[in-house]
């Protein structure tokens, strides 16, 4: 695979992506910590066996089971509850965020109030017909996950991850990135060369493990890129996407036997070699050159870019982009811009890719972060599909 450009461009490229794998490995390290240290206790509960009521102490939201043991929501799994239980979530986040803090605790009973109205008038089934046990997914004093009784808990982040590194060490990648939230983790890792995608623009190529143990997230092994002058990422192209849905959990199953979690894992952990393998070798890597290039000359509208992140970019965020448009080349190093036979500034696929890219970098919510990377992916992957049926 050809590398070409000027030699001073791509020298500091190399050089910027050998420090981004230092600090890439700080950051695998403390997400192996993460994982690791992420005890599940899951629980077989019936609707009649949990309740909703306000702690006066903390002044939270908390669910109890039998009467005893409560413990408190995190905002994933209410999502969850309230996803079961037909309430709009755009209705619990303005009870959840009053505008006056001597509103909170009024707000907060009326929102439990509303959750055992809706659970108690409603009859939930399983598959067979019998009343219906959800699983509840508990990390020390809080639920994470609210899940039905199928969910696959075979496909945990612990083990898998670890089979995604070695795939990666394998194949000569090195951890670029890793990000972490109470419900879902990723972990990027790059090729140690830069290519040129076209002329002075550089790109790291590498894979990305994603999962949930939550169900915030299906276990996706995915192509990334990283941008060399902005040191910004982009997820696309899955190989692997397995839905976290599987035969319906018992009590017994709760605890998992060890044959049945190395047969699991084992099945999966090949299939993630062979993923991490066929996306990093060198033909996929020249498919993906050639669909940032013509990512770079595709123009797209700006209403039409507006529409597509309508609920994925703050107000703040839409107007910045808007700006970037209109004049990029004053805010960030982003790629160039296109231009209409009349002259006038006109975005392409990898000028949004790259712009959504740099938001999702400064994002503090590592769940928002995750999901602003997918959908500049997303912009890149339109140029692929249009590659592949070329």
Known sequence: MQ??????????????????FAAGKLQEDALVTVVANTLIVDKLVPVERMTFFVSGVTESLRIRYDGSKDVSIHRHALG??????????NFTSSLLTPPRAEEKLPRLHLLANNLRELFSMQEFKDRSGAPARFLHRVVGDELRGFLSSRFNRH?????LL?????????????????????VRSSLKCLLPNVFEAFPGEH?????????????AGKLSICQTIWRAKTATSAVLDE??????LGSVITDSDLEISEETMHKEVTAQSSAIRDAVQAQLSEKTVERVLFALRHAHEEKIPWTKV????????????????QTAVDKGDDIIDLPPISYTPENERVPNLYFIS???????????????????????GKFLADAMAKESTA
């Open 203 to 215: 790109v790291g190529i590498g894979v990305e493990f994603a999962n949930s143990d939550f169900g």
């Open 239 to 244: 190989t692997i996407s397995r839905v976290h």
């Open 80 to 89: 969850q509850l309230c996803q079961k239980a037909t309430m709009p979530m």
């Open 162 to 182: 670890k089979a995604f590194r070695d795939a990666c060490t394998e194949m000569g990648a090195r951890p670029i990135e890793a990000t972490s939230s109470p």
């Open 3 to 20: 590398q070409v450009g000027l030699f001073d461009t791509y020298e500091k490229s190399q050089s910027d992506l050998m420090k981004r």
């Open 354 to 376: 790259s712009a959504l890219g740099h938001i999702a970098s400064k994002s503090e919510d590592a769940d928002k972060k995750m999901l602003l990377q997918s959908e500049a």
């Open 306 to 321: 507006r529409s597509r992140l309508q609920g994925v970019l703050t107000k703040s965020e839409m107007v910045w982009l």
């Open 155 to 159: 496909l945990a982040s612990q083990p």
